[in-house]
């Protein structure tokens, strides 16, 4: 299905199309560019693997870890994005299609992993039929032989990676904290990197991800990075079904006029809320005056 195709073929050739004229408006991804496309994997199968295997070695040459984002800063005028990879879940089955493809290609990546499921399949909320829903996430054990992988870090992705928008204070904290704990008590690393389950954040889940120490938070929001608040980093989907074009263009910062997109439908949304209100408040002022 792709990243972009699951609300259809007509979506997702639409997505192409807007992705196309984005690109040569940008002359190649080129104009005024500067910036890190962070990647967004999960679970790589068996028959994904020799895809998965191209896709990394498109972009081999200019890829950067997730640790060095803040270090990279803008990159000079007319480069084409750097990339960074990631991966959601933790699931095993990484190990044997995902991990010998980043080691050959000398390419850094990032796991974020869900600590209250480990060792095995999802508990979390998935739609039916969900590809992924038979997985099993990476046990204590694994975690420890995958970090002597020296192109390979981790970071946490809650506990139950619940959707952390829907949390009380109380419920959120643990998520957040309690993961971060664990993680450093099972590695005896500092864990500053958290990727937030669903996509599903506001202003309150950001800030409580930074009052529990986090220094990066990864969103599922498909902008550049660097961007107005460095410590939250959009990502856009990726798996290895995606057409070669789809992820060629992603690479070259096509996709990103989706989040403009998303920005002004948004700011229009607010604009007429903001007159229904003055419209209903006029109302009764004036329902008051007779």
């Known amino acids: 299905m792709g990243p972009y195709g699951k609300r259809g073929l007509f979506v997702r050739v639409s997505y192409l199309i807007g992705a196309i004229f984005w690109y040569l408006f940008t ?3 080129r104009f005024g560019r500067g910036e890190v496309i962070v990647l967004c994997y999960h679970g790589i199968k068996e028959y994904e693997a020799k895809a998965f295997q191209w896709q990394m ?7 950067l870890s997730a640790s060095a984002l803040t270090k990279e800063g803008r990159l000079r005028f007319g480069r084409r994005p750097k990339v960074c990879v990631t991966f ?14 980043l080691r050959q290609l000398d390419i850094c990546a990032t796991v974020f992993i869900p600590t ?3 060792g095995a399949q999802p508990a979390w909320e998935m739609p039916l039929g969900h590809p992924e829903a038979g997985e099993r996430v990476m046990t204590e054990e694994e975690i420890m032989q995958m970090l002597q992988d020296s192109h390979l870090g981790i970071g946490s992705h809650s506990r139950t990676h619940a959707r952390l928008t829907s949390l009380s204070g109380n419920q959120l904290n643990r998520e957040m904290i309690e ?9 005896g690393r500092q864990i500053w990197q958290m990727a937030l389950p669903h996509g599903s954040f506001d202003d309150h889940v950001i800030l409580a991800a930074k009052e529990a120490g986090y220094r990066q938070i990864f969103t599922l ?6 961007n107005s608040d460095k ?7 990726m798996s290895p079904s995606a057409w070669r074009i789809e992820y060629f263009l992603t690479c070259a910062g096509g996709y990103t006029w989706i989040f403009f997109l998303r920005k002004l439908i948004k700011s229009l949304c607010r604009l007429g ?7 209903a408040e006029h109302m009764h002022e004036s329902q008051n005056n007779i």
């Open 273 to 279: 809320t903001a007159k229904r209100r003055f419209q």
């Open 27 to 29: 002359l190649g991804g």
């Open 231 to 237: 410590e939250v980093i959009g990502r856009f989907s």
């Open 116 to 118: 209250g499921n480990l």
């Open 57 to 63: 070695t498109h972009i081999a040459n200019r890829t």
């Open 179 to 187: 993961s971060k704990q664990e993680l450093e008590r099972l590695t």
């Open 88 to 101: 959601d879940d933790a699931f095993s089955n990484l190990f044997d299609n995902a991990f010998p493809t």
């Open 221 to 226: 929001v498909p902008m550049l990075f660097p």
